[in-house]
């Protein structure tokens, strides 16, 4: 496989990155270890993942023990004050195991909101901090909104980006924010290629994002054979056909603009209702059958019952969802599934 320049820095990684969310959340403790070294060993040298992420940070520090030279991992924190950055940090290479990181990624933007960002001492002082002291070696943002996207590439030297990107989510990748990023050599990676699990055509997915060559998908896997597909696909060296363009065509006026990106931003509700779970009804509904349904999503039907449209979950949407609407829509198709 081919490497690819990381925007302007020295390091080299393969077209295609590996997600931790989905192995951490859906896969046994004991075969997270196994995933990420077979991956490794297809030639994918990049790895996402983030303190959040359950133990995921643990799963890379065993899986890549003796051979750290060899990957690039990135990680994220969503501190908002500089002693728990810190904090963050040593604990983000305590777990993988390492005295250093190579991208640190500041998580979802919200700290470059904060008027101590730039502040001296604020946040980007103690990343620079880190960054001199050879802790991390690059520094970058992960965003759920081009406005705090674009400020994050105004205000500090950045090296890294990653936003999501998909045969949907255009919204970074051919607007002002890419073009400003180009522009400034930052490298942008794509999260959530396949829109958070509920775009299942991954050929198309991934071939789209191929037409874009400074855009790295990061791809979220349980498995090492899904790895396996997507690097067939990648490097088949078919382009996307008419009859490919019109199919996603057919997909984004099918999803429209109410998606879910699965961001979690709108959580937690405070009536407890796993919002993001229900989000993902349509794909239950494909997936499951009536008994696995009812098993699977049965509770969270019921705590979605208890919605009082508070409105708060609207507010934190980046992308400025109607939830409770779609909330009543995901509670009246699972009602029209299992009454069959």
């Not at 009812?294 to 992308?319: F, N």
């Amino acid at each position: 496989m081919d490497m690819v320049q990381l925007g302007r820095t020295d390091l080299m990684v393969s077209p295609l990155g590996m997600g931790t969310v989905p192995m951490v959340s859906r896969v046994e403790a004991r075969e997270r270890v196994n995933v990420v070294r077979a991956v490794r060993d297809m030639g994918v040298n990049w790895f996402d993942t983030s303190r959040n992420y359950a133990d995921a940070e643990d799963v890379l520090g065993e899986a890549f023990q003796g051979v750290r030279d060899e990957v690039v991992i990135l990680s994220k924190s969503s501190a908002t004050k500089p002693e728990t950055l810190r904090s963050h940090m040593e604990e983000t290479l305590r777990r993988l195991r390492s005295d250093y990181l190579d991208v640190f990624l500041f998580h979802g933007g919200d700290a470059i909101k904060e008027d101590r960002f730039l502040a001296p001492g604020g946040l980007l002082d103690t990343a620079e901090a880190a960054r001199q002291a050879g802790k991390i070696r690059l520094l970058g943002f992960s965003a759920h909104s081009v406005e705090v996207a674009i400020k994050a590439l105004e205000v500090a030297a950045f090296d890294v980006a990653m936003v999501p990107a998909n045969l949907v989510s255009r919204q970074y990748i051919e607007g002002a924010f890419m073009a400003q990023a180009r522009a400034q050599g930052v490298a942008v990676v794509a999260m959530k290629p396949f829109g958070g699990g509920r775009l299942k055509n991954a050929r198309l997915c991934l071939k789209f994002l191929q037409q874009y060559p400074d855009v790295l998908p990061c791809v979220g896997i349980e498995r090492a054979a899904e790895m396996v597909e997507n690097l067939r696909i990648w490097e088949d060296g078919e382009p996307l056909s008419a009859e490919d363009l019109a199919e996603i065509d057919r997909i984004r006026a099918a999803v429209g603009d109410r998606f879910c990106r699965q961001c979690g931003y709108c959580m937690p509700c405070p009536q407890d209702i796993p919002i993001m779970l229900m989000n993902l009804m349509e794909a239950w509904v494909q997936q499951l059958s009536r008994e696995a349904l009812v098993h699977t999503l049965g509770s969270a039907v019921d705590k979605s019952r208890g919605c009082v449209e508070c409105g708060e979950c609207v507010e934190k949407c980046p992308y400025d969802l109607p939830i409770p609407e779609m909330l009543k829509e995901s509670i009246a198709l699972y009602e029209r599934t299992v009454s069959g």
